[in-house]
């Protein structure tokens, strides 16, 4: 049988004030009209308690951009699931926060894109640096656990220093520093993101002498530099789910972009039967889909094999190895572009769009 | 900072981000954080449900004495208490 889910990733909608080049979001955003509605959200969050899910990231988008997100959040915590939502800040005021509380949010999880307000503002395509530090410190007025998530990469390795320091000022018991992975979005804008390796090095050197004092951080290992891949987040439909704004199931939120898959839907099947019985959540589950250096791999139940969506996207067969692998017989595909990273002056951002209105 | 001892007054209390859960598709107490949850053992999940800030250390050990006569508690239970301290999951 099937080892029972512990997560659920709820993006309540594609909609974002924001437009970040490597969002992780589909290229394909879900319109807003085809979103599911409080009472089916209700259900999934009922179903997903039912089946042993315990955690939920109320996410997006923006996920404040609904403007059920209380009532939703409320149903979440009914079903007994510890709730955190993700946000970009923007329309988070106290009473916002407040009324979420007493739904029963347990946690906020913030995203900024820079230290400073100039570059963080460029990155996420519009004018925000000001809102989210007014957020920050809505969050830390509150005294819920607060998360600060930062998505590295070029543009903004070289000022971690200053990143940590925010985030210790303002008030974040952790922070996530999250190298960009690069599918969707983020493998369109890889060549303006893609770090030179001495910028990843002289990061690591920084996260490595941090003294321990002030916010947890945790590093999101850069995998394009290792040659070791990132491990699948437990492997393969065996942690958690993601159900995008149309009610779309997935094993991971980078999926989307696998045209082959045919993920089920919550309007159609039970989570329950998608989590045991549907196809795409158990098109890559354990290790018997593997192929070449994996088979035999010693490493196979610690990484699964790397990730599913970037052998998909880099080789169009999500069965191979992980090119980030230095094992993969397609390694060049990521050493090349990493090497390359180091020369080319890098281009501008193509950023994420909502789709065009039809 | 927690102490490496147990003191007389303390009277642990889960810490907020902490939420304590029985898990019936699992059988099991957890402790649900951000980003983690954490699987106690069935004696672990009893101590943890007497962490209600009323209780000090030593109501503990006496209320857990009464079902379990004669377990090695009044070195067990302090011990287990500092290292969920330590942690960071009680206050
Ligand atoms: S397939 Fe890739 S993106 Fe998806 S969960 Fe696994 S590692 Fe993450
Ligand atoms: S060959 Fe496959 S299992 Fe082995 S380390 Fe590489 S990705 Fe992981």
Redesign the interface.
């Known amino acids: 049988m099937t080892d029972?889910p512990?997560a659920l990733l709820a993006e309540l909608t594609h909609a974002c004030p924001l437009h970040c080049p490597y969002c992780s979001n589909p290229l394909e955003l879900v319109r807003r009209d085809a979103e599911l509605d409080t009472a089916e959200w209700a259900r999934v969050f009922a179903e997903a308690a039912?089946?042993?899910i315990?955690?939920a990231h109320i996410s997006g988008g923006e996920p404040l951009l609904r403007r059920d997100i209380v009532q939703i959040v409320e149903a979440a915590h009914d079903a007994?699931v510890?709730t955190?939502l993700v946000t970009s800040g923007l329309g988070l005021t106290s009473r916002r926060l407040d009324d979420l509380v007493r739904a029963g949010l347990?946690?906020v999880?913030l995203s900024v894109q820079d230290a400073r307000a100039e570059s963080s503002d460029l990155i996420a395509g519009r004018t925000s640096f000001r809102a989210k530090e007014r957020a920050a410190g809505v969050i830390a007025a509150a005294?819920l656990?607060f998360?600060l998530n930062v998505v590295l990469h070029r543009h903004n390795l070289d000022r971690l220093q200053e990143i940590l320091d925010l985030g210790a000022r303002w008030g974040a018991?952790?922070i996530e520093l999250a190298n960009a992975q690069f599918y969707g979005w983020a493998l369109r804008n890889r060549t303006a993101l893609l770090p030179a390796r001495e910028q990843l090095d002289r990061a690591k050197e920084i996260v490595a002498a941090h003294d321990g004092s002030g916010p947890e951080i945790v590093w999101v290992l850069p995998d394009y530099y290792e040659g070791v891949p990132k491990p699948c987040m437990g492997g393969w439909g065996a942690r958690s789910i993601t159900v995008g704004p149309d009610g779309t199931a997935l094993p991971c939120p980078a999926a989307y972009a696998m045209p082959d898959l045919a993920p089920p839907n919550v309007r159609d099947h039970s989570l329950a039967w998608i989590w045991a019985e549907s196809p795409a959540f158990n098109a890559y589950r354990g290790t018997g889909w593997m192929t070449g250096p994996c088979r035999e791999c010693p490493r196979r139940e610690t990484d699964f094999g790397g990730c599913r969506c970037q052998a998909f996207a880099l080789t169009g067969d999500a069965a191979r190895t992980d090119p980030a692998c230095g094992l993969s017989p397609d390694h060049h595909l990521v050493r090349d572009a990493a090497e390359a990273a180091g020369s080319v002056a890098g281009s501008g951002f193509a950023y994420r769009r909502p789709p065009p209105v039809r | 900072m927690p102490a490496d001892r147990t003191d007389g007054d303390w009277r642990p209390a889960l810490a907020r981000s902490i939420v304590l859960r029985h898990d019936t598709v699992r059988g099991a107490d957890l402790l649900l954080m951000p980003e983690r949850a954490v699987r106690l053992s069935e004696t672990g999940g009893r101590v943890l449900r007497l962490c209600d800030g009323s209780r000090t250390v030593g109501d503990i050990v006496a209320e857990l004495g009464e079902a379990f006569p004669g377990a090695p508690l009044d070195d067990d239970v302090p011990e287990f208490l500092d290292r969920v301290r330590a942690e960071g999951w009680l206050r």
């Open positions: 029972a512990w039912g089946m042993g315990v955690q007994g510890y955190q347990n946690s999880q005294g656990p998360g018991d952790r």
